[in-house]
């Protein structure tokens, strides 16, 4: 019997790291959507947990945050716990459950 492995991503909290990412360095969401080139409720509603996170999503995210910050390289160091399945430690961020 073959064992599929899932990663259980809680798309609230991601979303409320990214925010609080985002407000930190006072970039507004218009700006960041016109980064991404993708509508402000979107943004608005992947913030909120309203939208499912992908790794293709925190991506962009992650790269025009690091643009509109000035980041020559255009990234943003660290990940939240959740997409990527490690938090900035680098340490799992959720078990990996087994079905």
């Known amino acids: 019997m073959k064992y599929k492995t899932i990663t259980i991503v809680d798309h609230e909290a991601t979303g409320a790291y ?3 990412r985002r407000e ?3 970039i507004s969401l218009r700006a960041l959507s016109r980064q991404m080139e993708c509508s402000a409720p979107f ?3 992947l913030e909120r947990g309203r939208r499912n996170w992908t790794k293709d999503i ?3 995210y992650r790269d ?3 643009h509109l910050q000035g ?3 255009g990234t943003l160091q660290g990940n939240p716990q959740g997409i ?3 938090s900035e430690g680098g340490q799992p961020a959720l078990p990996r459950p087994v079905f």
């Open 18 to 20: 990214w925010r609080k």
């Open 84 to 86: 990527s399945g490690h």
């Open 24 to 26: 930190k360095t006072a």
């Open 43 to 45: 943004l608005s509603d």
């Open 64 to 66: 025009a945050l690091g």
């Open 71 to 73: 980041n020559s390289q």
């Open 58 to 60: 925190e991506t962009r």
